[in-house]
C-alpha cells in the first residue's frame, strides 16, 4: 500500500511485493519469486529473459498468489500487469501456442533453420517447420526461441575448417567468433570474419589489466552492462558489440 496517501496504485518506494506467511509459506514460491522478494524487486523487471519460458512462467505463478490474496503487490504497474493483461497466459492461433498481450520480434534463426532442442525441454533437433514472432515450431511442436539452438554451420577461414556464430576462447580478446562477412570468395564459397571481442586475451595482458568477468547472473551488473552498450539494439553478427551483448 503507498505510504504517501494509503492507494494501491501509487509507485512507492517501499516493499516491492510482500508474502503474506499467514496464508501460505514461502517455501511454495520458485527461485525467481524469492529472488524478487529478497531484492525488492518489481515484477516488471522480470529476473528472467523477456519471452522466455521461465519470464511468462513467473508472471502466471504471481498472478495466480495474488488472486489468492497471498502475494501483496505495491507497485502500480505489477498490478496492471496481473489484472489488466494475459501476459503468462497462452492461446492458440492457427493452430499454434502463443503467448498473450506479449509483444514478439523477429528472430535470428528462420523457417528451414535445423536447430537443437533443449534438454529442459525433450532435447532432440529438427528444423524449424514455421515461426510466429519468437517461437519456432519444431516436429510438430511449439518453443521459445530461447529453447532452441541454430546448428552451426561449417566454413573456411585462412584454409581451416572453423564452425560459424560459435564462440570460443580468444586470443588478442577474452573470445573469438567466425562469422559470415556476407561476402563471397573468388570461388562462390563463404567469406569468413573472425571478431575478437570481451576485455581480456592478450590485449589486456599488454596494458597490465585482469580479463573482465561475465557476471550476467548478477542482475544489476546484467541490466548495468546491457544499458551502457545499447545491448537492444546490438548491430549485426560482424561486429563485437553483438556478441558482447549476446554473453551478457
Not at 570474419?193 to 589486456?204: D, L, P, Q, T, Y
Amino acid at each position: 500500500m503507498c505510504k504517501k496517501c494509503g492507494c494501491n496504485t501509487c509507485e512507492t518506494d517501499g516493499t516491492a511485493l510482500m508474502l503474506n506467511e499467514s496464508k501460505a509459506p514461502r517455501s511454495i514460491l520458485s527461485e525467481g519469486l524469492k529472488h524478487h522478494i529478497d531484492a525488492n524487486k518489481p515484477l516488471t523487471d522480470n529476473f528472467y529473459s523477456a519471452g522466455s519460458r521461465d519470464y511468462f512462467d513467473l508472471i502466471a505463478e504471481a498472478r495466480s498468489l495474488y488472486s489468492r490474496g497471498i502475494l501483496d503487490f505495491t507497485n502500480k504497474r505489477d498490478i496492471e500487469l496481473l489484472t489488466e493483461t494475459d501476459q503468462g497466459y497462452f492461446g492458440i492461433y492457427e493452430g499454434k501456442k502463443v503467448p498473450l498481450d506479449f509483444p514478439i520480434e523477429l528472430n535470428e534463426v528462420k523457417i528451414g533453420d535445423t536447430v537443437k532442442i533443449d534438454k529442459a525441454y525433450g532435447g532432440g533437433e529438427g528444423k524449424i517447420e514455421d515461426k510466429i514472432g519468437s517461437f519456432v515450431v519444431i516436429n510438430g511442436e511449439s518453443y521459445h526461441e530461447s529453447d532452441v539452438e541454430l546448428i552451426l554451420d561449417e566454413a573456411k577461414f585462412k584454409g581451416k575448417t572453423v564452425d560459424l556464430n560459435k564462440p570460443t576462447r580468444g586470443d588478442s580478446k577474452k573470445f573469438k567468433v567466425y562469422v559470415n562477412s556476407g561476402k563471397k570468395n573468388a570461388d562462390g564459397s563463404i567469406k569468413v570474419k573472425k571478431v575478437n571481442f570481451g576485455h581480456g586475451g592478450s590485449s589486456a595482458k599488454k596494458a597490465g589489466q585482469k580479463t573482465m568477468s561475465i557476471r550476467k547472473s548478477n542482475p544489476k551488473a546484467r541490466k548495468a552492462f546491457r544499458a551502457r552498450h545499447n545491448c537492444d539494439n546490438p548491430g549485426p553478427k560482424t561486429m563485437a558489440r553483438y556478441w558482447s551483448c549476446k554473453k551478457w
